[in-house]
């Protein structure tokens, strides 16, 4: 079974700071893992993902996460929070051998940059 | 890039009606659409996969019944809440495969029963 952890509902940062979001994810075999963010009453939009081969990756909006197989986890991160990045984030994985099965996604975390 | 576009929007309507609401792939042919529903501030909780052409496969607890999925084209899957009451009420987004194996989500439909 495959699963995805955000351990935290809410996260606050200053704008201009650097900011993570957390992910730690289960799956049976290799991980294929994405980002997703969602703005008020509007669906997900693509971040990032990760499939194989360099552990961090660089998405949209200057977001980046890093891929860490030991500790299975995907964090989130960007040097320099805008005020425009306040959002719910969500986590999601799903097996890469899993042919159509879908994503599983963590909870998600709000995301909330003060001016 | 890919476009899924979900229509309506936005939904309002009273309690014993039913309720279509449209996902389709627009610049690309998707085998398999999910269709999720999202509660507030909660995440998303897959309702159903539907393939092109066969019965869509319901996650436990789904009403089949009440939560009709049709994907008769490459193209197109709708779901159909029928006789919503207000416990329907909610969010519900597709996401459509293309043939590479990317999913691409449409932009919701905020389902409102009175």
């Known amino acids: 079974a495959q699963s995805v952890a955000q351990p935290e509902d809410q996260v606050n940062v200053a704008e201009g700071n650097p900011l993570t979001v957390k992910c730690t994810y289960s799956?049976?075999?290799?991980?294929?893992l994405f980002w997703y963010v969602q703005y008020p009453n509007r669906g997900l939009q693509f971040l990032l993902k990760?499939?194989?081969?360099?552990?961090l990756v660089k998405g949209s909006y200057g977001f980046e996460a890093e891929f860490n197989k030991s500790q299975t986890s995907f964090h989130l991160k960007k040097p320099s929070a805008l005020v425009s990045d306040s959002a719910l984030y969500f986590c999601?994985?799903?097996?890469?051998?899993?042919?159509?099965?879908?994503?599983?996604f963590g909870k998600g975390t709000r995301l909330s940059v003060i001016a | 890039g890919a476009v899924v576009s979900q229509h309506p929007s936005r939904v309002i309507c009273k309690s014993g009606t039913s309720v279509k609401i449209e996902c389709r792939s627009l610049?690309?042919?998707?085998?398999?659409m999910f269709w999720y529903r999202q509660f507030p501030k909660q995440s998303l909780m897959l309702m159903a996969t539907?393939?092109?052409?066969?019965?869509?496969?319901?996650e436990q607890g789904v009403e089949k019944d009440k939560f009709l999925i049709n994907h008769a084209s490459l193209t197109l899957s709708t779901l159909t809440v029928t006789s919503a009451h207000p416990e329907d009420s909610s969010f519900y987004i597709c996401?459509?495969?293309?043939?590479?194996?990317?999913?691409?989500f449409g932009e919701g439909s905020r389902l409102t029963v009175l």
């Open positions: 990760y499939i194989t081969g360099d552990n």
């Open positions: 539907s393939n092109e052409g066969s019965k869509a496969t319901y």
């Open positions: 610049d690309f042919q998707a085998t398999t």
């Open positions: 999601a994985v799903r097996d890469i051998n899993s042919g159509n099965t879908p994503l599983v």
């Open positions: 799956v049976s075999g290799n991980p294929y």
């Open positions: 996401s459509a495969q293309n043939p590479g194996g990317g999913r691409f």
